[in-house]
């Protein structure tokens, strides 16, 4: 039987929002293998402001994750990107993570805000249950997709991230670009496909589990807006042309809880970053 964990209480408490009702959502659950009485109790608890305690099994203890070698390939504190070389000035070994400065030129940063200015949306993040894209209130931003290999800009963008990552071009997703405005956040989640939520099988069929993220800081920030690791009390502050780097599933396929991550709310001025996903194996 299915665990309610994080993420299906992010679903339940947006589908009440939307106005969905109890019945339907009870239905749903009970067709993911939920228990009916564990259902209507979940959806009940929710309908009330409840907050339902996430049980063990669903936050594996570290201890169960195996943390194996870095995929990154360092020289010194340097990493090659083949076209330049970005800088390492924080490292993290639990969860794995990397600050890297000189990912992005100034000018590269301000070209591809110009490029998707004109092409942002409400962003989504994946139903746990069914796996489709949805609008949800933790995550207040908009955003675009560049497609791989786009245009010349993109293709060499692309190029340099999967060398610094030290994965095939082919492994990784499109580029997402983001914008958050004042009181933009994106609350404590994770990047890998929950196994154990229903949506996440038809993700996890092309190219495999998300392996590794890195999110590039495409501007400077007046105030807020700093990538939070809650788990282990990591911040890191936005600048231009810097990026984190972060792993989470190593090479048995385990995924790494400590991986917890969000965007805190910006409180001054405008928040612009483009995100990386890469998954075990060729996606396009």
């Known amino acids: 039987m299915p665990e309610l964990s994080r993420e299906w209480q992010i679903w339940l408490k947006d589908n009440l929002q939307r106005g969905c009702s109890v019945a339907s959502m009870v239905e749903a659950m009970v067709s993911a293998g939920f228990d009916a009485q564990q259902a209507s109790a979940a959806v009940a608890a929710v309908s009330v402001g409840k907050d339902i305690p996430l049980k063990e099994s669903i936050r594996p203890p570290v201890g169960e994750y195996i943390y194996d070698d870095w ?52 962003s989504t993040t994946v139903d746990p249950l069914s796996g489709e894209e949805s609008v ?53 989640h994770f990047d890998y496909f929950p196994p154990a939520d229903p949506g996440s099988a ?58 917890l991550h969000g965007g805190a709310p910006v409180e001054g001025g405008e928040k612009w970053i483009m995100t990386k996903w890469v998954r075990q194996r060729r996606y396009s």
Not at 78 to 89: E, H, L, Y
Not at 151 to 171: G, K, Q, S, Y
């Open 71 to 122: 995929p990154i390939a360092l020289l010194g504190n340097r990493i090659d990107g083949g076209d330049g070389w970005a800088t390492v000035v924080m490292r993290c070994e639990k969860p794995q993570a990397l600050v890297l400065d000189g990912v992005l030129s100034d000018n590269e940063c301000d070209e591809v805000i110009a490029r998707a200015k004109t092409k942002l949306r409400r």
């Open 136 to 188: 949800i209130a933790q995550r207040s931003s908009e955003g675009t997709f560049f497609a791989l290999r786009e245009d010349d800009l993109i293709a060499r963008l692309d190029a340099r991230i999967a060398r610094l990552m030290c994965c095939p071009v082919e492994n990784g997703e499109g580029l997402q670009i983001l914008r958050y405005g004042v009181g933009g956040e994106y609350r404590p």
């Open 202 to 259: 038809k993700h996890i069929a092309q190219g495999g589990q998300r392996v590794a993220t890195l999110v590039i800081y495409l501007s400077d920030v007046d105030q807020g807006g700093a990538t939070i690791f809650p788990d282990v009390g990591l911040t890191v502050n936005p600048r231009k042309g810097s990026a984190v780097y972060f792993r989470y599933t190593n090479s048995q396929g385990q995924i790494d809880p400590l991986s």
